[in-house]
């Protein structure tokens, strides 16, 4: 029985491999391991939620399911932007906690082979966000950033969301 | 593959049942203790010890089958002969220390893992007590074993005539191997044999008064010899039909050691496990036990429904228009998803009376090791609360006990001296008020010292002079800080240093507040007030800016709109409203929130006042909405708790609405 | 063959239940307890009755002798534990027509009845 579902997995895992979705901010091109992400929704009306970084801009109700949404700009230290049509919210699910990331827009869904992403330089005093880069990946000659999922969320919120979820285990 | 699996059903339904009896059980032996002895409980302790027995048997946990035989054994004879020598608190402390074995294993069986602990010491224990009884009882008797004697059997038959017509037989029976209590199935026999045929002896003779002769039975077969009219072939049906009888001789001669020697055993049949039993097929149970996730599932699909309906019956397309058959079937409709409703919810609830009288074995425990004399009384055990929560408090529940116990309730001398009853009293309390529960635990001990809280706060650094000015609510309000215990010594079961913060942690993570109180002197009141999370409540929706807040209308006193004259600025610009003589503090929503574009001006929103545990104070946002009612969904885990939210809620368009707490606005 | 199946554990009622219905038997009632063993004996006019000994409220023995004063012909075997042995006794004396000693297995159960079939 055990062995179906690893069977299940490693098949899934396969076809999900080396996959990346991409998205813009501004110019730039991101990429995020498809394995994350489990859907793409248009902006919706977000619920703030007071004392929270600038970043965490609230809740959205996703089908029924209350979560919560980043602005990656704002996480990277980026000027904001306003939302418009195109902008996007991407919903990825880390550890079973899922969230919505709104970027500018989504671009597509991408192979990049391990062996055309190199890691990224290390900069003494590189700018903020470059510690969720994780990966620079080239593709027809086009840069694409490959975002550290896991670290998104990462220190102090991966800290938090690992404590809340243990404690409210249901 | 599948071996495990297919025992997985009974084995649940073993710790299902084992877990139920032990509770009853644990709650029989507190109850008795109190109210002066075991005796009213004797048969149901006896029956439960046996029914685990049987139960543990059948699934080969063997070490916990013996021990409840071993208790049941006890318990059996304080029913039989009803001895007037018990040390009751002894056996209380013995069928308890079962109890905590018995519960181990089950556990373990419950892990999938086997049951290995070893119950030896125990039953060396309950032995040990059993045999003092039958001691020092006058009215046991000797057990000793009668001795066997074929001579006997010989001459008894042999001095009985034949009579006419009637013809002697005498058969050697063996029964099933394993079949059990073989001198009991002999005596079975005998006494059926007894409508068939008279003159009736059999050996061994004294199947009745010594069950060591199933042994004998098991090894040597049973020797009946009978007198009668009836011919073989009904005999041999007789002794075909009688329960586990394996092979039987029958012959016309009479010749016990000759019989005996010729009896042959043999049987290869093995006997199968109830495991291999539960291969065989799936078995059908009349309850089921629910995936949580499902339970949570169905809730929300409820709570879309309520929404849904809402979105349908109050459709603005329906003003003006006249529907009074429709307006009958909305009603129809409400009516059933409102018993929907109850009936999902009421689904998770759970009493907290399982909860509660574990506190008594604590109490118990306690007093008896640390010498002190204290009674726990429960009150609204009954009060249910979400099986969720019920999962979060109950640790937190135990240490505070332990702490009235152990730091709370003085040694008796003590208390005495200080005109107070011996017996130091706990209360636990559970009660519904204003959609909340309230779990009060309330101690008549020492209380706590102002002073010496003031002076560890102040090394602490959490105040940085001793300011009289503090409330005592808020001076006691420390000791549920990290690390904070002023108590020097540390006993066995509290005052590590480590607990009154978690505690607190604890109550926070299910969205709940403690509060302490205290009087020196008089003891101590620890409140626990638990929101009712994933229920659904009557809401008023508030509009501030562009958000919209929901206050639970349970909280809401009343709202109006603020006059001039009424308002109060004090000299730190604090905003206060004067209403029939009473001042309440204003809280300005869209400030506390950090909403934009929002109606400032006093005048022209609204005062919403709310009131909690005794406390009034008036919201102020831009207008009601109306009311509806809200299913309460908790924020998601990623957002740390935030203070004065409660949670929140879907409204009929899709968007999201927070829900105020407002006992975090209060405070 | 139609039985009834008389005791308080769930688990034992459980396991006897899947026994008799894997090897031909017709379970055709339970009870927790010997009241309700008597009333679904009336009820079901079951071929056996399985009868704990040991229950709540009102015990198999008493059970027993109510059963066979309303039917002496009704065929009742006994479940017991070990170290119930007078008891036993008494429910033979009292017309119980067997009786087969917990933990039993599967074996066990089927070799017992086979003797009313």
């Not at chain 1, 990049?112 to 969720?132: A, E, T």
């Not at chain 2, 208790?71 to 001895?83: Q, T």
């Not at chain 2, 001095?159 to 009991?184: H, L, S, Y």
């Amino acid at each position: 029985m055990s062995e179906v579902i690893e069977n299940e997995v490693e098949l899934e895992e396969d076809t999900q491999k080396d996959k990346f979705l991409t998205f813009f901010l501004g110019d730039e091109v991101y990429g995020i391991e498809i394995k994350f992400v489990t859907e793409i929704i248009g902006l919706q009306s977000i619920t703030q939620i007071p004392d929270l970084p600038d970043y965490v801009k609230g809740i959205i109700n996703l089908r029924g399911k209350i979560i919560p949404v980043i602005d990656v700009r704002l996480r990277f230290k980026k000027s904001s932007q306003e939302y418009n049509d195109r902008t996007c919210i991407v919903v990825v699910e880390i550890k079973e906690v899922a969230v919505g990331f709104i970027v500018d827009t989504v671009a597509e869904v991408l192979t990049i082979q391990s062996q055309d992403i190199v890691l990224p330089p290390q900069f003494k005093n590189g700018s903020h966000y470059q510690r969720f880069i994780k990966g620079i990946g080239k593709v027809d000659n086009v840069v694409k950033l490959i975002l550290d999922c896991d670290r998104l969320l990462n220190d102090e919120e991966m800290n938090s969301l690992e404590e809340l979820s243990s404690g409210q285990s249901k | 593959m599948d071996n495990d699996d297919s025992r997985v059903p009974m084995s649940d339904l073993f710790v299902f049942e084992t877990n139920q009896m032990l509770e009853q059980l644990e709650r029989l032996i507190l109850d008795g203790e109190k109210s002066g002895g075991l005796k009213a409980s004797i048969n149901e302790v006896f029956r439960i010890m046996h029914t685990i027995k049987g139960s543990a048997a059948m699934m080969l946990f063997n070490d916990i089958s013996c021990l409840a035989h071993s208790i049941e054994d006890v318990f059996y004879y304080l029913r039989e002969n009803k001895p007037l020598l018990v040390d009751y608190s002894e056996l209380t402390d013995l069928v308890l220390q079962a109890v905590d074995f018995i519960k181990d294993e089950v556990r373990k069986v419950e892990n999938r893992e086997s049951p290995t602990g070893d119950c030896s010491e125990i039953r060396k224990k309950s032995g040990a007590f059993l045999l003092t009884l039958q001691v020092i009882d006058p009215a046991s008797k000797d057990i000793s074993l009668k001795s066997l004697d074929h001579e006997e059997l010989q001459h008894d038959i042999d001095e009985k005539p034949v009579r006419e017509g009637q013809t002697k037989w005498e058969a050697v029976i063996f029964f099933d191997e394993d079949c059990g209590m073989e001198n009991i199935r002999a005596f079975t026999l005998v006494h059926e044999l007894e409508e068939l045929a008279e003159d009736i002896a059999f050996f061994p003779k004294d199947i009745l008064e010594n069950d060591s002769t199933a042994e004998m039975i098991r090894e040597a077969g049973f020797k009946v010899v009978f007198a009668t009219v009836n011919s073989s072939a009904r005999l041999e049906e007789f002794f075909a039909k009688t329960m586990f009888l394996k092979n039987f001789q029958l012959k016309k001669t009479i010749n016990l050691e000759e019989s005996i020697a010729n009896s042959v055993v043999s049987d290869n049949s093995k006997p199968s496990s109830l495991q291999e039993i539960s291969q065989r097929g799936e078995s059908k149970h009349s309850f089921i036990s629910v995936n949580v996730a499902k339970m949570d599932m169905l809730m929300d699909l409820v709570g879309e429904l309520v929404i849904a309906e809402a979105m349908v019956t109050q459709n603005p397309e329906l003003q003006g228009v006249t529907l009074d058959k429709f307006y009958k079937s909305v009603r129809q409709l409400r009516k059933i998803t409102g018993e929907l409703q109850d009936t999902v919810m009421s689904i998770r609830m759970v009493p907290l009376s399982a909860t509660f009288h574990k506190m008594n074995r604590i109490v118990r425990d306690m007093v008896r090791q640390l010498d002190k004399q204290a009674e726990l009384q429960i009150v609204g055990e009954h009060t249910e609360v979400d099986k969720n929560i019920i999962e979060h408090i109950s640790d937190p529940l135990m240490h505070l006990i332990r702490n009235a116990v152990d730091h709370g309730i003085e040694p008796a001398e003590e208390r005495i001296a200080q005109g107070k009853a011996a017996v130091g009293k706990i209360r636990l309390e559970a009660k519904s008020a204003g959609g909340d529960v309230w779990i009060v635990i309330k101690d008549d001990g020492g209380g706590l010292h102002r002073e010496k809280i003031l002076k560890k706060a102040l090394e602490r650094g959490l105040i940085h002079q001793a300011d009289s000015l503090l409330t005592d609510k808020q001076v006691y309000s420390f000791i549920l800080q990290p690390g904070f215990s002023t108590k020097d010594e540390v006993t066995e079961f509290s005052g590590r240093g480590v607990g009154m913060d978690v505690v607190s942690q604890n109550i926070e993570k299910v969205g709940g507040t403690i509060s302490v109180d205290s009087v020196q002197g008089e003891g101590t009141t620890m409140s626990i007030r638990i929101p009712l999370t994933l229920a659904i409540i009557d809401g008023m929706k508030v509009k501030v800016g562009n958000s919209i807040y929901t206050i639970p209308i349970i909280a809401i006193k009343e709202s109006f709109r603020l006059q001039d004259q009424n308002l109060i600025t004090d000299a730190e610009k604090n905003e206060m409203v004067m209403i029939r003589g009473q001042c309440y503090p204003v809280l300005r929503l869209h400030e506390r929130f950090n909403v934009q574009q929002t109606t400032t001006d006093l005048r022209e929103g609204i005062m919403v006042m709310v009131e909690v545990d005794g406390r009034s104070l008036c919201l102020f946002a831009d207008s009601l909405l109306g009311q509806q009612q809200v299913v309460v969904k908790a924020l998601p885990s990623y957002i740390k708790k935030i203070r004065g939210i409660a949670g929140c809620t879907m409204l009929g368009d899709g968007s999201v609405s927070l829900i105020l707490d407002v006992a975090g606005l209060a405070y | 063959m139609r039985v009834l199946i008389v005791d308080d554990a769930l688990f034992i009622r459980r396991t006897l239940k899947m026994i008799l219905e894997q090897n031909g038997y017709e379970v055709v009632g339970e009870a927790e307890n010997g009241l309700e063993g008597i009333l679904k004996y009336k009820l079901l006019q079951p071929d056996l009755i399985t009868m704990d000994i040991t229950m709540p409220q009102m015990d198999g023995l008493t059970a027993l002798k109510a059963i066979k004063k309303i039917d002496p012909s009704a065929k009742v075997v006994m479940i017991t534990a070990l170290g119930n042995e007078s008891t036993v006794k008494e429910t033979i004396l009292s017309g119980a027509n067997g009786f087969i000693v917990k933990p039993f297995v599967q074996e066990q159960v089927l070799r017992g009845l086979s003797a009313f079939k």
